[in-house]
């Protein structure tokens, strides 16, 4: 344990994003995704959900300043009728630690697939809601 450092988050975990460079992106995944069968690098944090491990990640994380849409989300599949409300907290907490913005690319869930494979990381959770798979793409640290 370290001071100030979220029991959510994992040593495994922390390596990882202090591994990471700028442009690198990392998923966090929701229990449906098939992250095993995607993932470089697989990290698992079981019995958390999404919002609060991106919660606990964007304190550290800086969201990438040089593109125009740091964070990308699976779009719903069309004739799908879920909609996903799980989206409203992730927008309220991009907004609170990128500056008040929230600017989010939506890919089709086969394009998700491939960029998500592409990834630094893959982080499995225990979320349960539909459409809860997000990619961060990882900013500077100037500080």
Known sequence: MLKGIPAIISPELIKVLMEMGHGDEIVLADAN??????????????????????EAILKYFPLDTYVKKPVVLMEVVAGDPVKPVIWEKYHDIIKKYNNGSSAIEYLE???????????????????????????LKKGVVSE
């Open 109 to 135: 869930r086969f394009e998700f697939y491939n960029r998500a494979s592409r990834a630094y990381a893959i982080v499995t959770s225990s979320e349960m809601a539909l459409y809860a798979n997000i990619i």
């Open 33 to 54: 995704f098939p992250a095993a069968s995607k993932a470089r690098c697989l990290v698992r944090c079981d019995g958390h959900n999404v919002p609060d491990l991106l």
